[in-house]
């Protein structure tokens, strides 16, 4: 018998069914809203692996077809890899359930959420979240929840709950929090102000207490005792030590601004620890003398920040590194950027390229929908000075892409504007902290190289943040390092005018709201910084690269796509075989011609439009005879429009027989006298005898 407990939030009912699905699980639960279904399941090895230093977590969100009644397309009609939206919301899902396990538990842990039935009114994301954090209560791993999530929109002055995935709005916001503080922030927004971004977190928050007292409702009810994780046994003797003799040159080395110089220096010395701690090279005792040494560094890293308010290398908690910004980078891409900050360098590459160049999304959420435009994130390991094979893609690099493709879209001009397919892509050639900002301020200015005309310029900032009890430091642009040791990862992008997208991460228990709105604040000055850098080497869109293709766009009725697109496709197959061009047409009648060059785009032009125009009394056309008869030829004009040449308009001399001038198949120049009441089209050939056709 299966135990359901209901939920109201706002103007949604969320239903939770638990001891019905999937009872081997340590804990299991089908989460449904309308007719969206999730079954979410979570299971733990019962001791982690010997000599196992960290925690293994895996969390796998998939989307079965079947959840929507559909085949999967292509040869192999089943689901195969995970889609980029399955990885990014398995991505989401993780973060601010990874901080919510006790520091010391280390047992592999997997989190699988399946998508078993889809209703497009109700986005299963946050569904799946809550649905980890509820079977994650109910079962005997060790937890510290609950955690609940929700999808807020933002239109018109009012907040949407869980907005229609095909709705329009000024915001796209995931926010994940635990009943005291905020855990994860993933938001896409059309240049919201920093305090309509926190009210809209805040109207989240508040709508989530009927979830967290589901969760610990039913953890009462029927969950089982958590089982006991081991404590760490600390040698303080050794610690002890290892202060002693490292404090010093630690600090010296967290002094010096230059990565590598520093990484070699906090190197060298814990190879001096061991060398004097360890003489007999016990690996167990290394291992120990190595945690230890972490645990000096990430102490001493917070202590100075907060103590002694000073950074790595000497940065106030505000300041900016260096930024250096160039275009036209490389000779042949269509455009290209360079921008450094610091010691993060990020190459912006945009190739342009036609409607046939889109790429096409095949998810249960989107059907065979297009995108025109697209940014890929690279991070070869060559960026942090590291020697290692190539993967494919990594869910890092993944969400780091996703991330600043999200918050560039809002600039992106409409297809009636500029008609190009967009591809934009990254590459990360050094990397010290916050390397999908570097993304973002890249790509802004590449495609401004490119001759794109964005709405404005686009910059990102990563924040950290160091806290202590009550006392905490909000640091601007952070390293690598501060974000290793730090608290809280919090990019924020936008222009002049307002956010375009946020993402938080949280390490410790959750955020409040004060420190939020001085983060958004501080990140406010340190993006209008970064802006008017990058607008010193580039503010105005340039001029298209020679290399690019040239898109001309003309824009026909839409009950003449078909007379244009013809039996098969033959009638726009024939203009582009005479032309050389490439044709895109659109369900809204908009018809892009891409050409090499002006002329051919201009004789494509004029054969769309004869086409697919009405007949003009006195335009001259180039016509094919249909059908002989003895008192004239009918001559089709336009593709299912014909017209009546009389004998007596063939020549000026007199004709005995039409077949003495003309021959079905023939192509000849005729002249529209008329086109009567009934549509009858009236033709001459002698009038458009040395004539040019007009259309």
């Known amino acids: ?146 955690v609940a999530a929700l999808r807020i929109g933002f239109q018109d002055g009012k907040y949407i709950l869980d907005p229609d995935v095909t709705a329009v709005t000024d915001l796209d916001l995931n926010v994940a929090c635990k009943p005291d503080a905020i855990l994860m922030v993933e938001a896409g927004a059309n240049f919201l102000s920093e305090a309509q971004m926190l009210d809209a977190i805040n109207h989240g928050h508040k709508l989530m207490k009927p979830l967290f007292d589901m969760q610990l409702e039913v953890q009462k009810a029927f969950g089982v005792p958590k089982r006991e994780v081991a404590k760490k046994v600390v040698d303080t003797g050794l610690v002890e030590k290892i202060r002693t003799s490292a404090k010093a040159d630690v ?13 070699k220096a906090l190197k060298d010395i814990g190879k001096s620890l061991s060398a004097s701690l360890n003489p007999d090279n016990d690996s167990a005792k290394a291992k120990e003398i190595s945690v230890y040494y972490e645990d000096l560094k990430y102490n001493m890293m917070r202590a100075q920040i907060l103590d002694e308010k000073r950074r790595i290398g000497g940065r106030g908690y505000a300041d900016i590194r260096d930024i250096k910004c160039e275009t036209k980078t490389l000779k042949r891409p269509h455009g290209s950027s360079l921008f450094q900050r610091g010691e993060t360098q990020a190459l912006g590459i945009v190739t342009l390229g036609s409607g046939e160049d889109e790429q096409r999304v095949d998810t249960i959420q989107f059907n065979s929908t297009k995108k025109s435009f697209m940014l890929h994130y690279n991070f070869p390991p060559f960026s942090v000075g590291e020697a290692r094979p190539l993967r494919t893609l990594s869910r890092r690099e993944m969400g780091h892409g996703a991330l600043a493709e999200r918050a560039l879209i809002p600039v992106i001009p409409p297809a009636s504007k500029f008609g190009y397919t967009i591809r934009l ?14 993304a973002v301020c890249a790509g802004t200015m590449a495609m401004l190289d490119a001759g794109v005309p964005i709405k404005e310029p ?71 910084h970064i802006l008017s850098k990058m607008e010193l080497a580039i503010s105005t869109p340039g001029e298209l690269s020679e290399y690019a293709p040239r898109i001309f766009q003309i824009k026909i009725p839409n009950d003449r796509i078909r007379d244009l697109i013809g039996p098969g496709g033959k009638t726009v197959k024939k203009i582009i075989a005479d032309t ?37 009394i006195g335009a001259i ?74 259309v």
């Open 425 to 438: 892509v990254s590459e990360t050639l050094e990397s010290n902290g916050s390397s999908s900002m570097a």
């Open 580 to 616: 050389g061009v490439k044709i895109d047409i659109s369900d809204d009648g908009m018809v892009s011609i891409v050409s090499p060059d002006v002329a051919s785009a201009e004789a494509a032009k004029q054969a769309i439009r004869g086409i697919t125009t009405d007949p003009e």
């Open 1 to 146: 018998m299966s135990d359901i407990r209901e939920v109201t939030v706002g103007d949604k009912v969320i239903k939770f069914e638990f001891n019905k699905f999937a009872k081997q699980a340590n804990g299991s639960v089908m989460v449904s809203c309308g007719d969206t279904q999730v079954l979410v399941t979570v299971c733990a090895a019962s001791s982690p692996k010997e000599g196992q230093d960290f925690f293994p977590l895996t969390v796998d969100y998939l989307e079965k077809f079947y959840a929507t009644g559909r085949i999967p397309g292509g040869f192999v009609k089943r689901e195969t890899r995970p889609s980029d939206l399955e990885a990014l919301t398995s991505r989401v899902i993780d973060r601010p359930l990874r901080p919510c396990f006790p520091e010391e538990y280390m047992s592999d842990t997997q989190i699988v959420a399946t998508v078993v039935s889809y209703d497009p009114k109700h986005h299963p994301s946050s569904l799946a979240l809550i649905g980890a954090s509820t079977a994650l209560m109910i079962s005997d791993i060790p937890f510290n929840g609950p």
């Open 458 to 528: 686009v910059a990102g900032i990563a924040m950290g943040l160091i806290k202590e009890g009550d006392k905490y430091a909000i640091l601007s642009d952070i390293l690598g390092d501060e974000d290793h040791l730090g608290d809280m990862d919090f990019k924020v992008c936008g222009s002049k005018s307002g956010i375009t997208a946020l993402q938080m991460d949280i390490k410790i228990g959750g955020l409040t709201q004060e420190i939020m709105e001085k983060a958004l604040a501080q990140a406010k000055q340190g993006r209008t």
């Open 621 to 694: 056309y180039l016509g094919t005879v249909k059908k002989i008869m003895d008192f004239g030829a009918f001559i089709e004009i336009k593709p299912g429009t014909e017209g009546l040449c009389h004998i007596s308009e063939l020549e000026d001399a007199r004709v005995n027989k039409v077949t003495d001038i003309l021959n079905e198949g023939d192509e000849v120049m005729v002249k529209v006298l008329d086109i009567d009441r009934q549509g009858k089209v009236k033709l001459s050939r002698k009038a458009a005898l040395n004539k040019k056709p007009e």
């Open 251 to 263: 600090s010296k080395a967290f002094a010096v601004s230059d990565k590598g110089e520093r990484s």
